[in-house]
């Protein structure tokens, strides 16, 4: 069975300050694909980035980065210079390469922004 | 483009009653995926449809139903109402070509409130 574990309930932090969620899966499959998912206030979620199992390449895209490691099964996130409008639940998830693709998520991590 | 909408956006039921909620892919998709989420749990997968067949359930009761429409779009059923099953009504739509559908993209749900 496929589980995620995002530990981190909630955070808080200053703006401007970079801040790094975690996120630990477990799968049996040898192929599968890795999500990060930001649902703000609004209630709808919004793709943020899919990471392919073979491809353990970490990427930047403006001030989000990701990185995955399949050695110790985690696929961590970090926003740089954080901003208030960063505030959200932040869900990683996982589902299989093959079949239906259904979406297993964490129970998800409350960022808060400070001004 | 547009994107996933979803109706309503409310909506209140007291127990036994029956609830259909509505989901309208988007443009170009073919696959729609729905998800329950409750207060602050991560979403959970109940079904998914392509080419107006279920393909692939999670763990939910067989009260829980769907169709989908040769227009990509679909319902969710919700018989017999339990008050657990308040909860916001997450669809996703997505592509599926050939093997394997793309990532997919949400709505922004439907809040059920059970009396």
């Known amino acids: 069975a496929q589980k995620v574990t995002q530990a981190q309930t909630e955070i808080s932090v200053v703006e401007k300050e970079d801040v790094t969620l975690d996120c630990v899966y477990e799968?049996?499959?040898?192929?599968?694909?890795l999500f990060w998912y930001k649902q703000p206030p609004s209630g709808e979620l919004v793709f943020l980035i899919r990471?392919?199992?073979?491809?353990?390449q970490n990427e930047i895209s403006g001030r989000y980065s990701w990185n995955f490691q399949k050695s110790t099964s985690s696929f961590n996130f970090t926003i740089t210079a954080s901003q208030v409008v960063d505030s959200a639940v932040y869900f990683c998830a996982l589902s299989e390469a093959w079949g239906n693709e259904k979406l297993t998520f964490g129970t998800g991590t409350r960022l808060t922004i400070i001004p | 483009e547009t994107g996933v909408t979803q109706s309503p956006t409310h909506l209140i039921k007291t127990r036994g009653q029956q609830v259909t909620l509505r989901c309208s892919s988007q443009?170009?998709?073919?696959?729609v995926s729905w998800y329950q989420q409750a207060l602050g749990q991560g979403p959970q997968f109940i079904f998914q449809?392509?080419?107006?067949?279920?393909?692939g359930r999670g763990n939910f009761p067989p009260r829980f139903s769907g169709l989908q429409f040769p227009n990509y779009s679909s319902e969710l059923n919700v018989n017999a109402l339990e008050l657990d099953d308040s909860a916001l009504y997450l669809c996703a739509s997505s592509s599926r070509t050939s093997g394997r559908a793309d990532e997919q993209f949400f709505g922004p749900g439907t809040r059920l409130t059970v009396l």
């Open positions: 990471r392919n199992s073979f491809d353990e």
């Open positions: 799968t049996r499959d040898t192929t599968y694909y």
């Open positions: 449809y392509y080419r107006e067949e279920e393909n």
């Open positions: 443009s170009g998709h073919n696959t």
